[in-house]
């Protein structure tokens, strides 16, 4: 009895020792990640300009800037000369609260590269009329969620400059109502 249980004890040793030993040799051979490789000194720079009608009470509308506004450029990696797959995202953007204007510095590779530019959601306020019996009362404020747009620039060469159309914001097709602005929530 004492031979088979030193038996049994012998047979999950050398297992056990086997799965370690093969553990450590798929280890060892596995190669450690390597870092992918973007030209920052090959750029093209993009700029645009994000404007808002805050007040829509007026017939003509009065362009402000918007703030908190977050701007995401991206390139598929791809575009920039190298054989790994997904999405680039570009670090270099400013953005002047004030003027609404930005400024994004994107590498590029030799044979020209695509940009993505977007932003994001954001919040703010509209100014817009009440209306009785088709008439103008008064105007009212209402909390908004201004609703992101993108755009994609042409093929883009090392040193080339390129300006996005402006983008202009005006109506209710541009936002929804934000009933949770303010709310304590």
Do not use: R
Not at 34 to 59: C, M, P, R, V, Y
Not at 134 to 162: F, M, R
Request: overall charge negative; proline content about 4%.
């Amino acid at each position: 009895k004492f031979q088979q249980t030193m038996k049994k004890v012998s047979i999950f040793a050398l297992i056990a020792l086997g799965s370690l030993s093969i553990g450590v040799t798929s280890c060892s051979k596995e190669d450690p990640a390597k870092a992918l490789e973007i030209n920052k000194e090959q750029t093209a720079t993009i700029h645009g300009k994000i404007l808002i009608n805050k007040n829509e009470s007026d017939s003509i509308p009065k362009w402000s800037s918007a703030e908190n506004v977050q701007i995401i450029a991206s390139v598929p990696y791809a575009e920039l000369n190298s054989a790994a797959s997904g999405t680039y995202l570009i670090k270099d953007v400013t953005y002047n609260a004030a003027t609404g204007e930005f400024t994004i510095v994107a590498p590029v590779s030799a044979n020209g590269s695509a940009i993505n530019v977007k932003f994001a959601d954001f919040k703010g306020q509209v100014v817009v009329p009440t209306i009785v019996d088709d008439t103008v009362q008064t105007s009212k404020t209402i909390n908004v969620i201004w609703k992101g747009q993108s755009a994609t620039t042409e093929q883009l060469l090392p040193g080339e400059a390129y300006n996005l159309p402006n983008w202009q914001l005006n109506g209710s097709a541009y936002y929804t109502e934000d009933p949770s602005v303010g709310d304590g929530i």
